[in-house]
Nanobody, 120 residues
Framework: VQLQASGGGSVQAGGSLRLSCTASGRTLSTYAMGWLRQAPGKEREFVTMISEGSGAIFYRESVEGRFTISRDNDKNTVHLQMNSLKPEDSAVYYC??????????????WGQGTQVTVSS
């Protein structure tokens, strides 16, 4: 599975961004999908996950209520709507795919990331 994230950028605190992930090589419909992020000097961390049929969704506590994950299996895409962004959300965001539900950065596949920078 090849995953490509896009949609990152620079915004001021309180702003919004929408990340997208497109996949090639294999259909995403059999994988749980999600997003990880890594800030400079920090370890990669779990952000959110959505199950194959969108029936289960997990968020890390710090983004709950501000971020929304969604997927379109017909288009092989996953999206992350990020609202009320904070400077501490600044990181490289990676799309991830895993064969089971997950809430950690230990996943089967992740792609090239997209940079999100939030200024105060």
């Amino acid at each position: 599975v090849q995953l490509q994230a896009s949609g990152g950028g620079s915004v001021q605190a309180g702003g919004s961004l929408r990340l997208s992930c497109t996949a090639s090589g294999r259909t995403l419909s059999t994988y749980a999908m999600g997003w990880l992020r890594q800030a400079p000097g920090k370890e990669r961390e779990f952000v959110t996950m959505i199950s194959e049929g969108s029936g289960a969704i997990f968020y890390r506590e710090s983004v709950e209520g501000r971020f929304t994950i969604s997927r379109d299996n017909d288009k092989n895409t996953v999206h992350l709507q990020m609202n009320s962004l904070k400077p501490e959300d600044s990181a490289v965001y990676y799309c991830a795919a895993h064969r089971a539900l997950f809430n950690s950065p230990d996943v089967d596949y992740w792609g090239q990331g997209t940079q999100v920078t939030v200024s105060s």
